[in-house]
């Protein structure tokens, strides 16, 4: 795959179709690879006649790997993804982030509004506001010997999918010990651009999909229909439901 270069770190990423051009942007420790391709959220894209860009974070799948805290803002991450725009001479684009990658493309809609072109959080409701939950207990469920070892059951599910994912434990506890820079119901209020909030109806991660719309003017809600956090990234109806928005805001 190729790559391309932010803050002096090397990242991978794909480029495929022709068209209007469509981030994706992953979640914690997750990758290009398990969040969109394994998906077939390329192929649907590509196929409904968008280009369709997706990365791995820093710290995750086949980029660079740090292992300090502070290389890890959401800040950093959204310069990575400007970046990646930059290296492909794209002005504007659609966003659609899941999770923490949800968090990432809102933060680059709301200090970059030029690159954005319309926004889809995924993954991601309420929670947005306040950021991840427990974040030293999976912090050190990440750090502990083997996952046997992990006591707390909501930190295990994170160490039970980062070592699915074969991600890198100690840059993901890195990631996760990062500075918080928490989003406010002002600066989403900020936002000028479509939005489309998706959720799973059984997502316990996500908070209320409904409170962060109502801090949008003029964004809508896309349920998920039975899918929890992490089945409700692949469902058809999530996809159709983007697809649809974004040949709408088209």
Known sequence: MPRFSSDGLSLNYIDQGEGEPVVLVHGFASNLNVNWLGTKWVDSLVNAGFRVIAFDHRGHGDSDK??????YTIGDMAKDTVALLDHLKIAKADFIGFSMGARVAAYLAITAPE???????GGMG?????????????????????????TDPYARVFRVFAENTKSDLKALSAVIRSPRLPLTREMVGGLKIPVLIAVGTEDVVAGDPQELADAIPGSQVLPIPGKDHNKSVADQAFKDGVIAFLKERA
């Open 126 to 150: 309420a929670r947005l506001f306040g950021g991840a939950s427990k974040t030293d207990e999976i912090a050190k469920a990440l750090e502990a010997p083997t996952r046997d070892d992990v």
């Open 115 to 121: 690159r954005a072109r319309s926004l889809t959080i």
């Open 66 to 71: 740090l292992y300090d805290p502070d290389r």
